[in-house]
Nanobody, 124 residues
C-alpha cells in the first residue's frame, strides 16, 4: 500500500517557476514508477511526466518537455516536479501517482495510487 501527498502548489505569474513535491509512504514506492498528471477545469486528466524506479528513465508530455523536470529520491520516498517558464495553460490541479514499474506510463488508468492533488494557478 502506498499513500501519496502532494505539496508546493500555488499562484505564480506566467514565466515563473514552482516546485511540486510528492511524499510517499510505504516501502514499495522505491520500486514503483511515479508520475505527475494534471486536470484543468472541464478537461480530462492528462499525463505530464513520469520516472521509473531507477531514477534515470523519464518521460514527458510534449507540453512539458524543456520546461518541467521530474525527479525522485527513493531513500526519502519523495518525488518532485520542477516547473519553469510556466504558462497560463499550465493552470490545473496536479496529481502525483504511482504504479508497479512495468508497462505504460502515460495512461491514468494504469496507476494504482493517487494523491489528493495540489492546485497550480498561473496568472498573466
Amino acid at each position: 500500500q502506498v499513500q501519496l501527498v502532494e505539496s508546493g502548489g500555488g499562484l505564480v505569474q506566467a514565466g515563473g517557476s514552482l516546485r511540486l513535491s510528492c511524499a510517499a509512504s510505504g516501502r514499495a514506492f522505491s520500486s514503483y514508477t511515479m508520475a505527475w498528471f494534471r486536470q484543468a477545469p472541464g478537461k480530462d486528466r492528462e499525463f505530464v511526466a513520469a520516472i521509473r524506479w531507477n531514477n534515470v528513465t523519464t518521460y514527458y508530455a510534449d507540453s512539458a518537455k524543456g520546461r518541467f523536470t521530474i525527479s525522485r529520491d527513493n531513500a526519502k520516498n519523495t518525488g518532485n516536479l520542477q516547473m519553469n517558464s510556466l504558462k497560463l495553460e499550465d493552470t490545473a490541479v496536479y496529481y502525483c501517482a504511482a504504479k508497479p514499474n512495468l508497462g505504460t506510463v502515460n495512461a491514468s488508468y494504469a496507476y494504482t495510487y493517487w494523491g489528493q492533488g495540489t492546485q497550480v494557478t498561473v496568472s498573466s
